[in-house]
Structure formats: C-alpha cells, structure tokens
Nanobody, 121 residues
Framework: QVQLVESGGGLVQPGGSLRLSCAAS????????MAWFRQAPGKEREFVGA???????LHADSVKGRFTTSRDNAKNTVNLQMNNLKPEDTAVYYC???????????????WGQGTQVTVSS
C-alpha cells in the first residue's frame, strides 16, 4: 500500500523560505516520478514541480528560479525548497507519484493529504 505524507508547511512572511518534505512508504521514490502540486481556494490544482526517475526536474514557470525539487534516496523522501515566497504561493501543497514526468494531475496515481502553506505579513 502506497502512502505519501507531506510535512513542513506553515505561515511565512513574503520573501521567506519553507522546505516541504514528502515521506513515501510502499514505493521507492527513485523508481517513479515524484511531483508537487498546489491548490488555492477557488482555484484548480496546478503543477508546481517534479523529479523524474532519472533525477531530471521540471518546474512551473511561476516558481522557476525560486522553488527546487530534490530527492533523498536514503530517506525515501522528496523535498520542495521554496525561496522568496510570495502571497500568491499560498495554497495547499500536495505530493504525488506517477509513472512518468508530466504536468497533468490525472497522470499521478497516488497523492498525499496535503500541507498548508500561507504567505502573509
């Protein structure tokens, strides 16, 4: 049984940083694409970033240069380092796992429960 559990969310001021982690069980993170999505109130879930089996990464234009997705194979976790956070980054952030690197939420089969990130002064 695959379980993904996110942690690290919270309240941060604009310009600040947060590091989200996604701990996987029942699945080896290096064998699948691991992705981050987010959903703000009243908006659709949107792609944030992902790391493929190869280690290659892809990020949405809105976060490129500010967010970095990485993987810790020893801990079987995936991380999302978020720097220079903006109020528009406020959302629930979800970890997801799928067979290939895409930006479509429909292509990811397993999801975590989400962690809230709030950027506000």
């Amino acid at each position: 049984q695959v379980q993904l559990v996110e942690s690290g969310g919270g309240l941060v001021q604009p310009g600040g940083s947060l590091r989200l982690s996604c701990a996987a069980s029942g699945r080896t993170v290096s064998s699948y694409t691991m992705a981050w999505f987010r959903q703000a109130p009243g908006k659709e879930r949107e792609f944030v970033g992902a790391i493929a089996r190869s280690g290659g990464t892809l990020h949405a234009d809105s976060v490129k240069g500010r967010f970095t997705t990485s993987r810790d194979n020893a801990k079987n976790t995936v991380n999302l380092q978020m720097n220079n956070l903006k109020p528009e980054d406020t959302a629930v952030y979800y970890c997801a796992s799928g067979p290939r690197l895409t930006v479509s939420a429909d292509d990811y089969h397993y999801w975590g429960q989400g962690t809230q990130v709030t950027v506000s002064s």
